[in-house]
């Protein structure tokens, strides 16, 4: 329980109540990270319901966008930040370390997240929203999470140190990486099965996508940084969940363009 009341408190602006960060609870933290993914899809859930009930055009995808952002206090969109300064510098790899740990934000960064928040607005304004989209893309906040942790248990910290640290030096990798590879295919699976309930495959497109996004993030973060960070898990985090969406809404409209010829 005490695992789970750390990795709510971090990774969401959810009031719970507070523990001590002891190594036995922190060694099991991250495999609650998915957790904060549900709480914030059953906001997006009841969001994405009503919604088209009260018949808004621009409102509606904006506010989706800002659910996951405002639940989880902004800290993914700030390592999206942080992460887009330091791989526009075309510094080296130090260099780029560097800038991650710097606290000021850079004009990179402004832009990266004005064009970040303007193309997920725009990839929700883009999906039509049913029964089966509603609730495929309300699963969304859990599968990045899935694959965000997982990866923060698997692949090397570029530092050694930093808050991402802090969550994985005391814990057991073996396991770790067992319950979060448990819990992604699980998310996967939801999917797959609401998608087969409602015979809309095109949403298959979604777990595609957040699988491409990973595999590119693995490679980015290796050859820019020599692995990753808490920033660099953000930056994933984000790019994750907006290309989701983005594959929802074009799968949906090559799909109606098939129909059509």
């Not at 914030?40 to 966008?65: E, K, S, Y």
């Not at 800002?66 to 969109?77: D, Q």
């Not at 640290?165 to 999917?191: D, N, Q």
């Not at 979604?206 to 960070?229: K, S």
Request: proline share 3%.
């Amino acid at each position: 329980m005490k695992s789970l009341l750390i990795a709510l408190s971090m990774y969401t602006k959810i009031p719970v109540p507070q523990v001590d960060w002891d190594e036995k609870s922190l060694r099991w933290a991250l495999c609650w990270f998915p957790a904060a993914g549900v709480i914030i899809a059953a906001a997006l859930r009841l969001w994405l319901w009503l919604w088209p009930r009260l018949g808004l055009t621009a409102l509606g995808p904006a506010v989706a966008v800002l659910i996951p952002v405002a639940l989880s206090g902004a800290i993914h969109l700030d390592g999206l930040c942080d992460t887009c300064d330091a791989l526009a510098s075309r510094r080296s790899r130090e260099e780029k370390l560097r800038i991650l740990k710097d606290s000021h934000t850079g004009a990179f960064a402004v832009i990266c997240c004005a064009l970040y928040l303007l193309l997920f607005t725009a990839a929700w304004a883009d999906t039509a929203l049913t029964a089966a989209s509603a609730a495929v893309l309300s699963l969304t906040p859990i599968l990045s999470r899935c694959l965000s942790g997982l990866a923060a248990v698997s692949w090397r910290n570029a530092r050694g140190s930093g808050l991402l640290a802090t969550f994985t030096h005391p814990i057991e990798a073996r396991k770790a990486r067992a319950v979060l590879l448990a819990e992604t295919i699980a998310a996967i699976l939801a999917i797959a099965l609401l998608c087969l309930d409602s015979g809309a495959w095109e949403l298959l497109s979604v777990p595609a996508a957040a699988l491409a996004v990973f595999a590119w993030y693995y490679r980015l973060a290796h050859r820019q940084f020599g692995g990753i960070t808490g920033d660099t898990e953000g930056f994933f985090l984000q790019l994750c969940e907006c290309a989701m969406v983005a594959a929802a809404a074009v799968a949906q409209h090559l799909l109606e363009l098939g129909i059509r010829s």
